[in-house]
Every structure is written in structure tokens, then in C-alpha cells.
């Protein structure tokens, strides 16, 4: 069987703190959502933003911006201007998904695996409300199996907003902000941690051939979220995606073909080296095969503390794996959550919602992108050479 089971969720305090746990699928898949809990002003590994500066900018995210109060015939108010892909890590993502959601004048599309109380996220489906409320055609589509979901839903069919839960048969892992105009994908949840506290990467992308090859598979899955939807070929030669199992079909070819590096940074990993038909042993392989050629491999493993005792047993066992075949494995420190998840081959980064189990790998609707463009690349190894010099090597 390799039906999920979804995450368990306690409830401890008035204020809706959560504490969540990783729980195996029957397959071995590895499913995880970040804890909600008051925000605390931390700089922390591989961050370009604090937390006190994304305070600070929640606190002013409500007042009129571009596109707030515009109609929906337009677009009269455009994206900020800037690259046809950038990095957004940690604290930057809230004003990123908030530019999105605002200017968007034609059509909104956000599909969350999770939305919580808690400023940033709040804020955010204020927005999507006003959206709504100035004519844009707004669809959110919410997976179904996180129970705190029911409140967001609630709000949104509340405003009009037309909004839903995806089909129970397969977990919605993807976290996509898009409209006309541009996109934000990548790791962050809409959760207080996920904005404030935690390692997350995302990428901003303004290509119209991205934009076009990412609307289309929202559509199919609007549509049909009970089945894995293929995403189309499409034109872009900035951010072409991957979607629903196409993960491994990206990323194997070029770790074959590695030359200088691949450091990988993902928040799950299960491994079990003995069921050779997993699509995580054959990565791991291919990263093995990678170091015996001489190119250096680097992976970065999440270890969070007893929120996460669970993930961290199961990172714990999949590094032991990996150090018997000779990779360098570091952990992150436990104050801090790293919830990222990228590659980098090369020159190239593969970056997306995926985790390293069955689930993210083969299973679960899952979104990401492949891109070697110079900036977003060179950002996301100067963030990757901060979360390595703030982690530890994990022991044998």
C-alpha cells in the first residue's frame, strides 16, 4: 500500500500552537509540517533577513500597496520589476508572496499543503480576499488532511473566494503563489515559522513561459488532484518545472553527469538501502557514484529537536546510510528548523517542495524548477556554504 497517513497535530495552547511530528506512509514515505509557535528574534543559519526585519515588515504589511485597491481589469499594477527568476530564502518570502497576491489583476492561483493563524499567514489570506474583492478570478486549493487548514477555508468561502480542498487520495504538497505575472515556489509553508524562523528557499519567477507551463498544471490539478497530473514540456529555458514524480527524471541525469559538486539540502531523507527499487536508494547511488568520480558531495539533513523526534530518527538512520558509502553528511543545529530543500549540480539548481521519500520523490503532488541562471545560483551557494559552516558533521 502506499497510501500517506497525514501528520499528527496536537493542539497545546489558546493561541494555536501546534506541535507536529513526521509519521511514516506505509511505503516509507517521509511526511513533515512545521510546528506554529510565537515568533522569536533570531538570526539564523544560511539567513539573509532576521527575524526583528520581518517583524517589522508584517507589522506595515497591511497597509495599501500596489495593486490593493485596483479592479481587475488591467493589469494596471505590475510585479516589481527584476529578473526572470531570484532566490527568495527565509524571511524574504512573506513581501514576495504578498507582491504577487496584490498585484495580481487577472487571475490568483495559491495552492498550500498548509495555512495556520499566525501574522504572515493571515495577512496573506487577507490579501487573497481583497483580491477576490477587486475582480480577479482567485482559485486556492488547500490539502485536505491538515486539520488547521478548516479555519483558512473557512475565511476564504466566507469572503467568495473560491476556494477547496484537495481530493483525500493523495497529499498536496506544493506551495505555489502565482497570478499573470510571476510566481513564488518553493519550500515555505504558509506558517509564523515557515516565515520567521526557519531555513526555506523559494524562487520568484517573472518568465512568461514559466508563467504559462506552471498556470496549465494548476489547472489540471484544479481539476483532478485525486491522480498525479504530468506537467507540459513547456518553452522556458529560465525555470522549466517538474511536477507529480518528476523529480528523480530531473535530477538523476545530472548527478550522472556531475562534474564539480552536488550539495544537497533537503529537510527528509528516507533511506533504505535495501529496497533497491526506491527512487531515493537509486539518488542516493547516484551521489555515491558522483563521489568515487571525484566530484565533491555534500548533504545537509535537518535535526530539530523533540518536535521533530520522529524526521530526526529517520535523517539520523538515512545519514548513517550515507556515511557507510562514503558521503559527508552534516546536520543544522536544533535550535532551527531546515526546512529547504534544493540542489545544486554544477551550475545548475533543482529547487522545489520536494523532501528526499517515496512521497516527495514519486507520490505526492509536488512542484519544482531546474535553473542555471547565474545570480540564483550563485545565491543559493552562498546560502548553502552558510547552512554548512553552521552545521556539525553527523558522527558515524
Not at 508572496?97 to 504572515?120: C, P, S, W
Not at 529560465?238 to 511536477?243: G, N
Not at 542555471?372 to 553527523?394: E, G, I, M, Q, R
Request: glycine fraction near 8%; include cysteine.
Amino acid at each position: 500500500m502506499n497510501a500517506p497517513r497525514a501528520p499528527l497535530a496536537v493542539h497545546t495552547g489558546s493561541r494555536a500552537r501546534w506541535a507536529t511530528v513526521c509519521v511514516l506512509a506505509a511505503a516509507g514515505a517521509l511526511a513533515c509540517a512545521a510546528p506554529e509557535s510565537a515568533a522569536t528574534v533570531t538570526v539564523y543559519a544560511g539567513s539573509d533577513v532576521a527575524d526583528a526585519s520581518l517583524a517589522a515588515e508584517i507589522t506595515t504589511a497591511d497597509a495599501p500597496a500596489p495593486g490593493s485597491d485596483t479592479v481587475g481589469v488591467g493589469p494596471t499594477t505590475l510585479l516589481p520589476p527584476g529578473e526572470p527568476i531570484e532566490a527568495v530564502n527565509n524571511g524574504s518570502y512573506f513581501a514576495r508572496a504578498r507582491d504577487v497576491i496584490q498585484t495580481a489583476q487577472k487571475k490568483l492561483r495559491i495552492v498550500q499543503f498548509e495555512v495556520t493563524q499566525g501574522d504572515g499567514p493571515q495577512l496573506l489570506l487577507a490579501a487573497t480576499i481583497k483580491a477576490h474583492q477587486r475582480g480577479v478570478d482567485v482559485r486556492v486549493l488547500l490539502d485536505e488532511e491538515v486539520p488547521y487548514n478548516a479555519d483558512a477555508l473557512a475565511q476564504l468561502k466566507a469572503a467568495g473566494v473560491n476556494a477547496k480542498y484537495d481530493s483525500p487520495k493523495l497529499r498536496t504538497h506544493a506551495k505555489i503563489v502565482a497570478s499573470e505575472q510571476g510566481f513564488v515556489l518553493g519550500s515555505t509553508n504558509w506558517s509564523s515559522p515557515s516565515m520567521t524562523k526557519n531555513n526555506e528557499t523559494n524562487v520568484l519567477v517573472r518568465d512568461e513561459a514559466a508563467i504559462a507551463q506552471l498556470h496549465a498544471w494548476i489547472d489540471k490539478l484544479w481539476s483532478d488532484s485525486s491522480k498525479n497530473q504530468s506537467i507540459g514540456s513547456g518553452k522556458s529555458v529560465v525555470a522549466p518545472l517538474y511536477a507529480d514524480g518528476g523529480y528523480a527524471a530531473v535530477l538523476g541525469p545530472l548527478v550522472d553527469a556531475a562534474k564539480t559538486r552536488v550539495w544537497l539540502c533537503t529537510y527528509g531523507m528516507n533511506l533504505d538501502p535495501s529496497s533497491a527499487s526506491s527512487p531515493v536508494t537509486q539518488m542516493a547511488n547516484k551521489l555515491a557514484a558522483a563521489k568515487k568520480r571525484g566530484v565533491q558531495v555534500r548533504v545537509a539533513l535537518d535535526q530539530s529537536g523533540d518536535w521533530a523526534e520522529v524526521g530526526n530518527d529517520i535523517n539520523a538512520a538515512s545519514a548513517s546510510h550515507l556515511l557507510k558509502m562514503g558521503l559527508e553528511v552534516h546536520s543544522d543545529p536544533t535550535s532551527v528548523v531546515t526546512h529547504a530543500k534544493f540542489v545544486l549540480v554544477d551550475d545548475t539548481l533543482i529547487l522545489g517542495s520536494n523532501n528526499w521519500g517515496y512521497g516527495g520523490m514519486q507520490l505526492y503532488h509536488e512542484i519544482g524548477c531546474k535553473t542555471a541562471h547565474a545570480n540564483t545560483v550563485s545565491t543559493l551557494s552562498t546560502y548553502f556554504d552558510k547552512l554548512w559552516a553552521a552545521s556539525t558533521p553527523f558522527a558515524p
